[in-house]
């Protein structure tokens, strides 16, 4: 009935608007889930009772906008309830755990809403003035990076102002606010939910274009790092500011093209005038560089790619622990087989390196085949390192992209080879990944998505096993709107905090998809899947498995 509801109320004319919103546009999005968490956990006291500590998650977000053209409204409200986590013992209540955290006072147990995001925009001939919450990134995102990167469930804004103003062929632009952290996970577990940890964030960028041949571009960025949550005078940060910021990043940025060559390049000095923020290092030069190199010499596509960052994750290694990272540069790394070991060279506060990515576009584009070769030096230890001595990275990857009239094949292997300076051995990555969508019988297509890797340790004061992972996602799609997915991962990964379904090491799991129109999108799934890291845009956070069901419906207006 309630997909019926939901197909057929599209097709109602809405009444006119009149007065202020008669011009205006108006659109949003409305998503629910519900997830059913299987425990195994038992009590002492109910030594029958295997399912116990199940427990039932809803979570929703809704999304509004209102476009006038010259004006725009948005907003975006979050919530959590926890029906059914709790059990009785002695006839008194008992919750398993509390969804309320440091800092929230909430009125109803279990449950938490929030007016997570909210804006007014203003626009203009010569730019537009923003209020309220905004992402923003400098430059490649060295000296700041606040974006929505729903790949790893990350959603930080900064609450404040945001102004761009473009004048010929000058561009400004300044944002000032408090980190808006996103409170409710829309794709993971919520367990105590705490207030923003209200950091200030002041940033100026300047931009010139058609400077001769380059467009050149020049960035300030401080912050006033809060210690605790502070929910009663969030703008206090400003006051502290005026006495001493806690960091400073400046720097600049240029492309150009020369010598039939694509180049960029950017430099950010840091300063770190709060000692906290070195955890107990050297004051010493702090600093990243990134540039790149792109040029088409026939069919081919060549990019040349370098870094050097000094001290540029001390500040994340704060922030990580809230969910997300404030200053993110380019990684370089193939993003797709990030291990717990290799995280930290993705994290490095010491590191250089580059890689050269060769491509070859055959039958107009359609079959591309691809060469990569990544070569860095980590110098740092301790911290996430495994290792106790520097280490030099290889990792050559390899591929071919192929685009035909039925058929889609996207395949990648490669081989990562950490060799350390002292001689105890070297950590060793094989993998390979593949996406195939095919035809089927009729009005059915198929869809293959496969990944595999095995990891071989070096030697380590605290050993762990050699592992292998895989996972397995194999989909038939009807033109009825219907996707019928089945999962299956293994892995015998001893730092992976989850357990499968099948076996310990094997997890399955199954979905159904529907899409009445293109409005609508239902998702059932039954199953669980494992635990690991995921990285996404030079970010990594460590995602927990799942073992349950769950349904989910998406709206868009």
């Given at each position: ?318 922030t990580t622990g809230e969910g997300y990272e404030l200053m993110v540069g380019p990684s370089l790394e193939y993003e797709r087989v990030i291990t717990e070991d290799s995280s930290a060279a993705v994290n ?74 002292d001689g105890f051995g070297a950590d060793r990555l094989a993998h390979i990944d593949a996406t195939w969508a095919f035809p089927l019988v009729g009005p059915f297509h198929g869809e293959l998505i496969v ?72 998702k059932g799934f039954y199953g669980a899947y494992k635990a690991g890291i995921r990285c996404a845009g030079g970010q990594c956070r460590r995602l927990p498995g799942f073992e349950g069901a769950r349904l ?6």
């Amino acid at each position: 009935m309630l997909l019926t509801m939901l197909g057929t109320a599209f097709a109602q004319d809405l009444p006119e608007a009149e007065g202020p919103l008669a011009a205006a546009s108006t659109a949003g999005s409305f998503q629910t889930e519900g997830r059913y968490y299987f425990s195994d956990q038992t009590h002492p006291d109910f030594p029958d009772e295997t399912r116990l500590y199940d427990y039932i998650e809803v979570v929703g977000r809704v999304n509004l906008l209102a476009d006038g053209g010259a004006w725009q409204v948005g907003l975006q409200a979050d919530g959590v309830g926890l029906p059914q986590s709790w059990y009785y013992l002695d006839d008194e209540k008992v919750y398993e755990f509390s969804l309320h955290g440091e800092g929230v006072d909430f009125p109803v147990q279990q449950s938490y809403a929030n007016l997570e995001k909210s804006w007014v925009t203003a626009r203009a001939n010569w730019g537009e003035v923003q209020i309220g919450d905004a992402y923003t990134s400098f430059g490649r995102g060295l000296a700041l990076n606040l974006v929505k990167n729903t790949d790893i469930d990350v959603d930080t804004s900064i609450k404040g102002a945001k102004a761009y103003a473009s004048f010929g062929d000058w561009d400004l632009q300044l944002v000032t606010g408090l980190v808006n952290q996103q409170q409710v996970q829309q794709y993971n577990p919520n367990r105590q939910i705490r207030g923003n940890k209200n950091h200030m964030v002041t940033g100026l960028r300047f931009d010139r274009y058609a400077l001769g041949p380059a467009n050149v571009g020049a960035h300030a960025v401080v912050l006033e790092m809060a210690e605790d949550v502070d929910a009663n005078s969030p703008w206090g940060r400003y006051g502290e500011a005026a006495d001493g910021i806690d960091m400073a990043v400046a720097g600049a940025t240029a492309e150009f093209y020369a010598g039939g060559v694509d180049w960029f390049v950017e430099g950010d000095w840091y300063e770190y005038n709060d000692p906290a923020l070195l955890a107990g290092r050297e004051d010493e030069p702090s600093y990243g560089v990134y540039g790149s190199a792109s040029f088409y010499p026939g069919n081919l596509a060549i990019l040349v790619e370098g870094k050097r960052y000094k001290n540029t994750e001390l500040v994340n290694a704060i922030t990580t622990g809230e969910g997300y990272e404030l200053m993110v540069g380019p990684s370089l790394e193939y993003e797709r087989v990030i291990t717990e070991d290799s995280s930290a060279a993705v994290n490095s506060n010491d590191v250089y390196g580059g890689r050269v990515r060769t491509s070859l576009s055959l039958k107009k584009g359609k079959v591309i085949p691809f060469v990569a070769v990544g070569a860095y030096r980590d110098l740092e230890l301790g911290g996430l390192h495994f290792n106790r001595a520097p280490e030099t990275i290889v990792h050559p990857v390899m591929g071919i992209d192929f685009q035909g009239a039925h058929q889609q094949l996207i395949l990648n292997t490669g081989y990562r080879y950490d060799l350390r300076d002292d001689g105890f051995g070297a950590d060793r990555l094989a993998h390979i990944d593949a996406t195939w969508a095919f035809p089927l019988v009729g009005p059915f297509h198929g869809e293959l998505i496969v990944d595999a890797y095995k990891f071989q340790w070096g030697d380590n004061e605290n050993q762990q096993h050699d592992f292998v992972t895989s996972s397995l996602s194999a989909a038939v799609l009807t033109e009825g709107g219907w996707v019928f997915v089945v999962y299956q991962d293994y892995t015998d990964d001893p730092l992976v905090n989850s357990s499968g379904n099948i076996t310990d090491s094997v997890y399955l799991a199954g979905e159904a998809q529907y899409q009445p129109t293109d409005r609508v999108t239902v998702k059932g799934f039954y199953g669980a899947y494992k635990a690991g890291i995921r990285c996404a845009g030079g970010q990594c956070r460590r995602l927990p498995g799942f073992e349950g069901a769950r349904l989910s419906c998406a709206v868009t207006f």
